[in-house]
């Protein structure tokens, strides 16, 4: 489905559920974006950190891309990470993602190596150039390790080279100064402002945030759904309690001991854990050489979703 | 005034006015608090980092302690920093806040040395038990460099070590996760969680923060009161229209001239120029070795004003 | 030609020359690697971060990759960077260096996600596994955000999975204390410890290290032979002058305007600025989205080369 | 005792004894530095990062200078650090400094708040202008969290406002383009470059440095005098050997418990704990918040004084 401008609302990016043997597991990826689109999400973001994208091969990438295309049937639209390091290497995902029938791409500033603001800008345009579909940027720090400078989001959103931006910076002061900056200019009715920080999307929206791409959107996307409907309703309360209920949801991702895995393979084990537990996808595997969630941490994330009303 | 639990409201970090001779103008910041008061501010904080606290010899903190605490006359209470690299220096500064007749004390982790969340918690256990005025830990990882963990705050919280916190971490998700564990452990009646991130304050009201920390609160404490009153009467819409002018306010920290002066010279600057400017103070000056702000830069920070609404 | 273990001299991480077309330009390659060999080299890497992996497609790596191992006539060992996300994208890369007639792979740990050292380990691990060929663990935190902690690398060493380390961390009293710690296992007559620090060789050598990847070797390969030869030979006084020459010649490397590219860019621009002028290969061209040096920033680098007697 | 210019040669920084109840232990630091002079240190570096001048109120700095220069007797030249956030604070501890008789102040950069070059080098001007002792910069990143740029130290080398420069960046690479540069201005002959990582003496000495400021010098003090001899007399190897087993020692600061406590703490504990079990002082205390070294811990350090042939 042709992307909306501005896009706005709910965009969970979607995590690539594996079979053991480490293959995409289609038919579960199919299974979670049906259940997205019951729960009335906006659109889904396929091939972002929350996907795994950085530990898929290209073949993998390719199979998650048709597999989530299809499954959408145009009822919500796709956005295709491109993640990669530099232009000429996002340039050749984007082919295979506008092959695959994608209706936008995301893509970072480029990262291993030490980059400029010049260089930024002229990443984007030159992927908007080369690929021809709606470029999201994707400002996510904590993965590139630089942030967008404002004035470069602001250069690219007035000239056309970005159809929005995903923001998981997590600095929402500067958030607040971005939008703030493109209703000055008359900007926010085109370009798309999404939140990546799923624990303050009531306080995003507030601020005017268009939607949100949560990665908790995985395992309660219908939450993220009511909390989206209440504060376009101006109902803030109930958007913050329900922002509440997700918060203490989200303390599924501290479930991996602290000692013996990373906070990603925590979260993203946890996550599956939960889709496993829910009966959406038929593995929790995470890929290779992410640390597995064991028992204890297993029974904490049931004890999430039981707590939150899931299960 | 002794202080309320939880303190509650708009608390602004008082800058410390200097005279072209680098002297404290007891004067002028006698000026800015009578006007903090009329502007119905909840209470003012002495010798945070928008105070200059890191650039004041001890001599001239007992001055600007004594000055605020005589200005106040127990109108509001006074919060007074006792920022120092490690818990002995610490206590000899809550020593002299103590006396000079303080409400509270604010001191951050120990920084310049690296150090643990277990020696953070005996910092400030040892901080109380010196000093025998309700703590706040202020969490302020641009400065000090590590992050207060969530794990240690409540802890402190729950043991009554800590009164509250200042958070200028700018992690409104962290913050979200530490209020949802508050109310979960029935704190959030006692502890007062303040954001210092002052452009995303109608957020953290909406979820649930107590009140405010805001440096821009020097330049317009009103508008400060009126975001606050308007998110403690459930106007959140009037909440958001408030802290937007607000945001376009805080442009002004940009003012300085980015190739030759840091970005605390500048706000800092700026706040002291827009007081200058709006008659509070006397001298725009900063203290050494900050560069001063430019002709410039003040008429930036002038415009700012005017499209403020405030000159 | 098969790896000694260990691997000891100069293995220059060599440029990437591109035609103003951006393909790869392999007949000024094959010459670069003969001047090389010429030289006195040790062994050549391609595809490292001075080859400019993070901005290549892999269709151009594999052309890069023939044309060096092609070049190189089993002269001397060609190691080949596979440089990527995480494990499974780098078994990807590591299949087409077997291919090629790589003779070793270079292999930093994941980036992009976050990690953890156990991860890291099974990373290295599942790399050496799946690709029967000696692997380089590659030590480069300011591109990959982590440091490989000594433990991990001792443990590796241990066992087989690594047969050497490029350390590209800078930080060289971490580097003392590995070698140290190889002597005291017995590991550093197979394990090879190669600096890529190539403004401290003669430390690093005098220190034990078993040789040097220097960036600047694309410029000086002679030179930093020189430095090798004299300090196998014990003349460290001459070490530390030819070492003083060529931290001189490093210069060329700011060549750039600081305030209009990155540091990067100026490096690797620099680098390929001199290999032009010193008539090695035909076109100065960095890959996009890198800024390319102007002319006052080309004159600094003949200056540069003037100054080092090499033009 | 005038300081040298250059001084040259090993200049350890001070642990400064504690007794259980936190009070500087003056006889126990009178003895150290009694042991510093007998094994033929060239100047002992008060109030450092190692003296944990961070810990201590202004009351302890002051009996800590009184009693290291009463200690020295004038046969080796006193620095004191005059470590404290902005300018004016560093004037206040360089009055005391003065006025206890040291030879020289030792200054970091601003922390606590951002900075900038410009602002950094107006510091350093305004100190030396207010204190009248030469001053040495110490450049120390893990504290203050900024590293001096080359550039600022050569011109503060060039305008006479810093005799020297302390190097605990670790960063060898920029030391040696520093060492370069100096050399180029003629500077090298006025200008005292000491490096402050332990670990890598040889590899400095060899590369110009004049000396060096080993917080493990405390322990071993005699080694890095052999190690600096060695040099000087051009027997690199033997050099080499001295700073390998010294590299061996220091594996003393990894005693500490890393999950129980910060690695600060660890090396400080680790380098009293030696001078305790030596009988230099009386009681291996740290100052508060540090967590103590548990026996275990006291035991591994005995194990390295054992192996190092110092026990």
New interface residues.
């Given amino acids: 489905m042709p992307l909306p401008a501005p896009l706005r609302g709910v965009v969970p990016p979607l995590c690539t559920p594996l079979a053991a043997s480490?293959d995409v597991d289609a038919g579960s990826l199919a299974a979670s974006v049906e259940r997205m689109v019951a729960a009335g999400v906006h659109g889904v973001f396929a091939l972002g950190?929350s996907g795994e994208a950085?530990?898929?091969?290209?073949g993998?990438r390719a199979i998650v891309l048709e597999t989530v295309v299809t499954a959408a049937r145009g009822r919500v639209p796709v956005l295709a990470g491109v993640?990669d390091?530099?232009?000429?290497?996002v340039l050749?995902h984007a082919r295979v993602a506008v092959e695959a029938g994608a209706d936008a791409l995301v893509a970072t500033a480029?990262?291993?190596?030490?980059?400029?603001p010049?260089?930024?800008a002229?990443?984007f345009r030159?992927i908007r150039a080369g690929a021809r579909l709606p470029l999201f940027a994707y400002d996510i720090p904590?993965?590139?390790?630089t942030k967008l400078p404002r004035a470069t989001v602001l250069e690219l959103a007035a000239d056309g080279t970005l159809a929005g931006l995903k923001d998981s910076s997590?600095?929402?002061?500067?958030l607040?100064?971005l939008l703030?900056s493109l209703?000055?200019r008359g900007l926010d009715a085109s370009f798309s402002v999404l939140t990546g920080?799923?624990?303050?999307v009531?306080?995003?929206l507030?601020?005017?945030a268009h939607g949100v791409v949560p990665g908790l959107g995985n395992v309660d996307p219908a939450g993220y759904v009511r909390l989206y409907e209440a504060a376009t309703a101006?109902r803030?309360?109930t958007?913050?309690r329900e922002?509440?209920r997700l918060?203490?949801l989200?303390?599924m991702t501290d479930a991996g001991d602290e000692?013996?895995?990373?906070?990603?393979?925590s979260a993203l084990g946890a996550f599956k854990a939960a889709l496993h537990l829910l009966g959406v996808i038929d593995c929790p595997a995470t890929?290779?050489?992410?640390?597995a969630l064991d028992d204890t941490a297993v029974r904490t994330v049931k004890e999430s979703l039981v707590a939150a009303g899931l299960l």
Same sequence: chains 1, 2, 3, 4.
């Fill in positions: 480490g950190s950085a530990y898929l091969t290209d993998q993640i390091t530099t232009t000429a290497r050749d480029p990262f291993y190596t030490r980059t400029h010049v260089e930024v002229d990443h030159r904590s993965a590139v390790h997590g600095e929402d002061g500067s607040r100064r703030v209703r000055e920080s799923e624990l303050t009531d306080g995003a507030l601020a005017g101006g803030w309360s958007a913050a922002q509440d918060a203490a989200f303390s000692a013996a895995m990373g906070r990603s393979s890929a290779a050489p992410q640390v």
